[in-house]
């Protein structure tokens, strides 16, 4: 079973769309979060939910609102989607503790 | 402030060969740091971990050595394996802050047979 899954793999659409990432853990993690990874391969963290409340803002623009409808979901909507938001996106989990994040597989996002 | 750098972007290293990866961190308050492999087309996936507390922490075939005296970190890789090519990550956690977690530029490991 996958512990942390991501849909869809791949999106690609045009500027100044809307579009959602959906994220699931299974593994009953209390903390999850979002990082972006540019072309670069540079890794930064977004946003960090606890327990469906928001505990981590990375000055990411306002266009970006996660959503927590429970502890083992959290998603990602964008609107009015940029060209510089192509980027791979990572959802990850953890206990609260200073444990481990599981990471799941991206979601390779193409906006033309 | 927050930062993570690794001294060398590309290594690579014949098979069978050990292979070290450095990392450099600013944070001298920082307690816990994870290392990570990467494959192309995939998530990050966890190596080893490190507290403060400890100056080294062996996995299989894997060795963390952190040094908190220049703030320095490395990755040994004990019989370096194809299957070992990926971007290597170091990463410092700031499990006072949310439990973000701050990424080095990355290394990408290149196995040669």
């Known amino acids: 079973d996958t512990a942390v899954s991501q849909t869809p793999k791949y999106l690609v659409t045009q500027m100044g769309n809307d579009k959602s990432i959906k994220c699931e853990q299974n593994?009953?993690?209390?903390?999850m979060y979002w990082y972006k990874q540019d072309s670069k391969k540079f890794l930064k963290i977004m946003f960090s939910?606890?327990?469906?409340?928001?505990?981590i803002n990375e000055t990411v623009p306002n266009r970006f609102s996660p959503k927590s409808p429970d502890k083992a979901h959290l998603n990602l909507h964008i609107n009015s989607l940029e060209l510089g938001d192509s980027a791979v996106y990572f959802c990850?989990?953890?206990?609260?503790?200073?444990?481990?994040?599981?990471f799941g597989p991206g979601t390779r996002l193409t906006v033309t | 402030g927050e930062s993570v750098g690794l001294h060398l972007p590309t290594l690579s290293v014949q098979e069978g060969d050990n292979s070290i990866i450095n990392c450099a961190y600013s944070?001298?308050?920082?307690?816990?740091f994870i290392w990570y492999k990467q494959e192309s087309g995939k998530g990050p996936q966890f190596i080893i971990d490190?507290?403060?507390?400890?100056d080294k922490r062996q996995g299989q075939r894997v060795t963390v050595l952190l040094n908190k005296t220049v703030k320095h970190l490395s990755l040994q890789i004990a019989a370096t394996q194809p299957g070992d090519s990926a971007v290597y990550f170091c990463?410092?956690?700031?499990?006072?802050?949310?439990?973000?977690?701050?990424f080095g530029q990355g290394t990408e490991l290149s196995v040669k047979p």
């Open positions: 990850a989990s953890s206990q609260t503790r200073p444990y481990e994040q599981y």
């Open positions: 593994l009953g993690h209390d903390t």
């Open positions: 939910y606890n327990n469906k409340e928001l505990i």
């Open positions: 944070n001298s308050a920082s307690d816990y």
């Open positions: 490190i507290r403060s507390n400890m």
């Open positions: 990463a410092e956690n700031f499990y006072n802050q949310g439990g973000k977690l701050i």
